[in-house]
């Protein structure tokens, strides 16, 4: 056989065998061309995603919404940030998927099939806001390495499962358990089998929460594969790290879970405040749990342009991790006065509210409208920004956007 010739047929085996089948015309195909099927994905087809996320990394996958598209009540998956430590598990056999409870804190460990979840235990439905605790780094200074979000990490979509704390009843814990730590399907980066990309979890008293779900609808269907199929730990109003996807073990832990990504500086925040671009020593980070109080204006979109005399409605969410909002304000004025908006109340504990109010503007020009949530404690949003830590995280800055009346 000719070397050329040779060449092309094991480039034809090689490209099969990435495809999965034969390539039946391959006589046909021109040289050099390059087939469609070893292209890059397209991730808006492969996650079925609004044509406006934002793709911040593709290894591993990291997308993420803009502000008007999460205008709705509750989050269509198409409009769901993705956030991937690891690569996302491959032919996933519904029929063998089991979890299993283990760990230094249950008296026996357990395994449950799907099946066995679903029929055993009482089935539950909250809508539940999850929030990466790196929403909104792209803004601190000195910047902090990681995704740069910007304001699209958070979701609130409707969850349907079974009670974490009914399971580990039936399975019976310790008096000694402290945390649990999650287990999922994913795969590491360097696909080295021995490594967890992530694996994170929640003190005991969160973990038996009534809210806290081990979840496997996501909107009345099945959860979306980049969102945890076939089993989520959901644990709302803490950063979304909390809520393991792709769930095939939770361990019950007498001390602080020590899983992958639980160490400083990981999902930590320097313990007392310090000034930006301070080093901060492993020992004084804190573990990151209810997130700070927070809000989006939805509705429009920066940049709007409105006539003269024109009265503009707006609206968006706030929430404020384990807490509820009490009130909620927007100024026209660069804070200088603040107005209040309408509020409703959360349809469940840790769902996102809804806010809308509307707006007259004295004349023509340029505006800014800035939201600002409070929290039931009275504690509010930061205007700028919130202190600086060293990997951005907890960034609950008003929410502005640009008006323009003509
Ligand atoms: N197994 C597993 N669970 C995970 C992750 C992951 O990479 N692997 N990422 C976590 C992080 S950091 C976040 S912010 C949320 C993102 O959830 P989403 O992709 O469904 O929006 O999932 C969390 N659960
Ligand atoms: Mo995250």
Redesign the pocket.
């Known amino acids: 056989m000719k070397r050329r010739k040779f060449i092309r047929n094991t480039f034809l085996g090689a490209a099969a065998s990435v495809i999965g089948t034969e390539i039946v015309f391959s006589s046909s195909m021109p040289k050099n061309y390059t087939l469609i099927g070893l292209q890059d994905p397209d991730p808006y087809m492969l996650f079925s995603k609004h044509k406006e996320m934002t793709v911040l990394n593709d290894k591993?996958w990291n997308i993420e919404a803009k502000a008007h598209l999460l205008d709705d009540k509750i989050t269509p998956n198409k409009c769901?940030?993705?956030?991937?430590?690891?690569i996302i598990p491959q032919n996933i056999d519904i029929a063998s998927w089991k979890l299993t409870i283990d760990g230094e804190s249950v008296s026996k460990p357990k395994t449950y099939t799907l099946q066995d979840l679903k029929s055993k235990f009482k089935n539950y439905t909250y809508q539940l806001t999850?929030e990466?605790?790196g929403n909104g780094r792209s803004e601190f200074n000195p910047p902090a390495k990681g995704n740069q979000w910007t304001v699209g990490?958070v979701?609130c979509a409707e969850w349907t499962g079974v009670r974490l704390k009914d399971v580990l009843e039936d399975v019976g814990i310790k008096n000694d358990a402290v945390y649990i730590g999650?287990h999922?399907a994913?795969t590491h980066l360097s696909g080295d089998p021995e490594k967890e990309?992530?694996s994170r979890g929640v003190p005991i008293h969160k973990a038996l929460q009534e809210e806290t779900l081990l979840a496997f609808k996501m909107n009345g269907k099945d959860i979306p594969i980049?969102?945890?199929y076939p089993l989520r730990l959901v644990a709302g109003g803490w950063?979304?790290?909390a809520?393991?996807?792709?769930i095939h073990g939770i361990s019950v832990r007498n001390k602080v879970h020590d899983g992958t990504k639980m160490k400083a500086p990981a999902y930590r925040v320097p313990c007392k405040p310090v000034a930006p671009g301070e080093k901060v020593k492993e020992e004084n980070m804190c573990i990151i749990e209810s997130m700070p109080v927070k809000s989006l204006i939805t509705y429009p979109k920066s940049g709007a342009m409105l006539d003269e005399g024109e009265t503009l409605k707006i609206r968006g969410h706030a929430w404020a991790g384990e807490l509820q909002v009490e009130k909620m304000e927007y100024s026209i004025d660069f804070g200088a006065t603040w107005h209040n908006c309408q509020l409703e109340k959360p349809i469940n504990r840790l769902a996102w509210q809804h806010f809308k109010t509307s707006i007259k503007f004295p004349k023509k020009g340029y505006y800014e409208i800035w939201a600002r949530a409070t929290d039931n404690t009275g504690v509010s949003q930061p205007m700028l920004l919130p202190g600086w830590n060293p990997k951005g995280y907890l960034n609950n800055a008003s929410h502005r956007i640009a008006i323009k009346v003509k």
């Open positions: 591993p769901m940030f993705i956030r991937n430590n690891g999850l990466c605790g990490a979701s999650y999922g994913d990309p992530i980049a969102h945890g950063p979304a790290s809520s393991g996807k792709w």
